[in-house]
């Protein structure tokens, strides 16, 4: 089980960090991802990490602002979420699988577990 945390209102260039805490098995070996979704759009990967090796993956549009971490001894990814704009506004959700391959890290089809997910509004 996913349970995201984190979303909120915030302002144009303020920062975020979500949450993404897992139970019930353990994230290693996992790839994890952290896709959102804006109103009227399809889901969107934005993020994702590689538990084991911890290579990492961004949206262009996210290059150089957000930053996906992990920490094995609590069983949790964040991504960290820098110089907001309003085109990140969305719902956020973390997603796990355990038998991903590189090609398939952006859709969303092929991951098992997905958090709740958690809103994020950014404001002009």
């Known amino acids: 089980q996913l349970q995201a945390s984190g979303g909120g209102h915030v302002q144009v260039g303020d920062s975020l960090r979500l949450s993404c805490a897992a139970s019930?098995?353990?994230?290693?070996?996992?790839?994890m991802g952290w896709f959102r979704q804006a109103p009227g759009k399809e889901r969107e990967l934005v993020s994702a990490?590689?538990?084991?090796?911890?290579?990492?993956f961004y949206a262009d549009s996210v290059k150089g602002r957000f930053t996906i971490s992990r920490d094995s001894a609590k069983n949790t990814v964040y991504l960290q979420m820098n110089s907001l704009k309003p085109e990140d506004t969305g719902v956020y959700y973390c997603?796990?699988?355990?038998?991903?391959?590189?090609?398939?890290?952006?859709?969303?089809?092929?991951?098992?577990?997905w958090g709740q997910g958690t809103l994020v509004t950014v404001s002009s």
């Open positions: 997603a796990a699988d355990w038998n991903m391959i590189q090609s398939s890290i952006g859709m969303s089809r092929m991951y098992k577990s």
């Open positions: 019930g098995r353990t994230l290693r070996n996992s790839v």
């Open positions: 990490v590689r538990w084991n090796g911890g290579n990492t």
